[in-house]
């Protein structure tokens, strides 16, 4: 099975990151995975889009060509980005502001609140809003990206971050679709 | 194990400084005679979740480059930044120059007190290289060279990839020479082709090059790195006494000496004999240097190019292509296989010299070639290809990464 994920966001918010995290989790399920990335010469502040794709095939073309699943966490990446998304869309409700007709499966996800109200404010929404992913459609196992996490995340960042993963896994596991 | 000769004989090298570009630290490097006792420094086998910058650093380290002087440029830039962390770690020097002009001097130089060197840098910084790239062709100066292709003329978009310089790489510098380019399509070949980049070098005395762009080299793929034994690392050819600038075989390629062995070098860019004095009237001289520094390369094209086919076996379409649009041709060339077209790839992992008996050879009767540029390497291929076959180029322009879809939609028109 081959599934095709897109991040969007602005850089700076760790876009890339996320999927970095997510590939590398997919790498330690045996799984191939391509990871890209695409931002803009301010590398801070402008349109980021980082894509992943896990498969249990050797990988052709590594880069994505319909998201199955679309993390947005700008408006900007949401504008565009969300028109083309098969499974379902995730987006930060502190940060994108939905289309009222859209069709695709939406899940708001609280990440950013959840970051300024138990983890004092700490720039881990990315990681929040990537675990309930993972969470809600089984892309990978916790165990997966927590192991993503402790190879890629510096050490001073570690425990944060798997905290801001345990609350994401929580939220993934309790959102309902709301389309 | 391979057994490294000291790497570096300058005497008065001593401390140079490096700037830490990740951390704002600086950094010395060790002494000469440190430099000479640790020189490993490999990463251990296994697979790594690299990107393509990661990986090109990596290969170079592994294949024995123990300088990089660079000047920052995107997309380039991961590829500076772990030189600067690991070469110390490997006994080596790391060194930020003052522009690319000055880098790939500074590789020449290094080069000729004994070290394997690479620089990395975009179609810009390439441009400013020209001047130097013919240098080390006259001089017969092995050294690589990473181009990671961004969008342009000019600074372009900065981030954006393209195929734009496969024509800069081969003319940029004056005259008539020869260079080699690799185009790698995954991760675990900007690693492997690194290490060839610098076989290739040391084989033929030549600058070669590794035509990277954006998009591979911001890919993130799994890499396996193999144990030491798996992967030949080929070291300097020497030869006491010399001649070191020229040979009686027209396409040899002389033995090299370094600075502090002992040697009387003379290291010019004007035309000079195989040792070293300058002969800048002889008409014979200019005719024997250029035409073996020509040759050695393209006599040798067979050797020099590796190229893949998919397919190609009863293929009356084939794809022709290279670099990050050979990944989109070989998922279209699947695709259409699926529709009943006969379609196979044939994917050039060396772009130069370019191998025109291999595109000769094809019986197809439709040639494509997609590439993220205006068809540079289509014209090649047309040039090459038989008068009845018909060659069409697909080009993409705009800085993204050309996609299956269109290379399906041409083949199947």
Same mark, same amino acid.
């Given at each position: 099975m081959k599934r095709q994920i897109r991040i969007a966001g602005l850089g700076g918010q760790g876009v890339v990151l996320s999927a970095r995290l997510l590939g590398q989790a997919g790498v330690i399920e045996k799984k191939y995975a391509a990871q890209s990335s695409t931002y803009g010469p301010e590398s801070r502040g402008t349109l980021c889009r980082a894509e992943v794709i896990i498969s249990d095939e050797p990988i052709d073309y590594p880069y994505v060509t319909e998201a199955d699943f679309l993390i947005a966490l700008a408006q900007d990446g949401y504008k565009n980005f969300s028109g083309n998304v098969k499974d379902a869309l995730l987006f930060d409700p502190k940060a994108v502001c939905p289309h009222a007709r859209a069709t695709?499966?939406?899940?708001?996800?609280?990440?950013?609140?959840?970051a300024l109200r138990e983890l004092d404010g700490k720039a881990v929404s990315n990681v929040i809003i990537l675990s309930a992913l993972a969470a809600h459609t089984s892309l990978v196992s916790k165990e997966s990206l927590t192991e993503a996490v402790r190879i890629t995340v510096g050490k001073e960042f570690y425990e944060l971050n798997l905290k801001a993963l345990d609350l994401g896994w929580r939220l993934g596991l309790e959102v309902e679709a709301n389309v | 194990m391979r057994q490294d000769a000291p790497y570096f004989n300058l005497p008065t090298v001593r401390t140079v400084c490096c700037i830490h570009l990740s951390r704002g630290e600086r950094l010395f490097a060790p002494t000469i005679n440190d430099m000479?006792?640790?020189?490993?420094? *490999?990463?251990? $086998?296994?697979?790594?979740?690299?990107?393509?910058?990661?990986?090109?650093?990596e290969g170079a380290i592994r294949a024995g480059c123990r300088f990089f002087a660079g000047y920052p440029i995107s997309p380039s830039i991961e590829i500076m930044e772990r030189m600067s962390n690991r070469l110390p770690e /490997?006994?080596?020097v790391f060194v930020q120059m003052e522009d690319e002009i000055a880098s790939l001097g500074a590789v020449i130089g290094a080069v000729w007190a004994g070290a394997k060197a690479m620089t990395a840098t975009s179609g810009p910084g390439l441009s400013l290289m020209a001047e130097n790239i013919g240098y080390a062709v006259m001089t017969e100066t092995p050294c690589v060279i990473v181009d990671v292709q961004r969008v342009g003329p000019s600074t372009g978009q /900065?981030?954006? $990839?393209y195929s734009g310089d496969m024509m800069q790489v081969k003319w940029c510098s004056s005259s008539d020479y020869q260079?080699?380019?690799?185009? $790698?399509?995954?991760?675990?070949?900007?690693?492997?082709l690194t290490v060839q980049a610098f076989n290739l070098a040391e084989t033929y005395r030549v600058p070669v090059f590794?035509?990277? *762009? /954006?998009?591979? /080299?911001?890919?993130?793929?799994?890499?396996?790195?193999?144990?030491?034994?798996?992967?030949a690392v080929l070291d300097r050819?020497?030869? $006491?006494g010399g001649p070191h600038f020229g040979t009686d075989d027209p396409r040899g390629v002389p033995p090299m000496a370094s600075f502090g062995e002992g040697e009387a070098l003379l290291i010019t860019g004007s035309t000079h004999d195989e040792f070293g004095y300058r002969k800048t009237q002889d008409p014979n001289i200019q005719k024997k240097l250029t035409t073996r520094l020509n040759e050695k390369i393209l006599r040798n094209a067979d050797k020099i190019a590796q190229m893949e086919e998919y397919l190609t076996g009863d293929a009356d379409t084939v794809v022709v292509a290279y670099g990050i649009a050979a990944r989109a041709a070989l998922a279209a060339v699947k695709q259409a296989r699926n529709r009943g077209v006969k379609a196979g790839l044939l994917r050039l992992k060396t772009v130069w010299p370019f191998p025109e008996r291999t595109i000769h050879s094809l019986k197809a009767r439709r040639i494509f070639v997609p590439e993220m540029n205006r068809g540079q390497i289509a014209q090649e291929v047309q040039r090459s290809a038989r008068a009845n076959t018909a060659v069409f180029s697909i080009t993409r322009v705009d800085g993204e990464v050309i996609t299956p879809g269109e290379?399906?939609?041409?083949?199947?028109?």
């Open positions: 695709t499966k939406h899940i708001p996800i609280p990440a950013t609140e959840i | 000479n006792e640790n020189l490993n420094g *490999d990463i251990p $086998p296994g697979e790594y979740f690299w990107e393509g910058n990661e990986a090109v650093a /490997a006994g080596g /900065a981030t954006r $990839p260079i080699i380019a690799l185009s $790698p399509w995954s991760i675990q070949e900007m690693y492997e590794i035509m990277s *762009d /954006a998009a591979i /080299a911001h890919l993130r793929e799994t890499c396996t790195v193999p144990g030491m034994d798996e992967l050819r020497k030869s $006491p290379i399906l939609e041409a083949v199947l028109s």
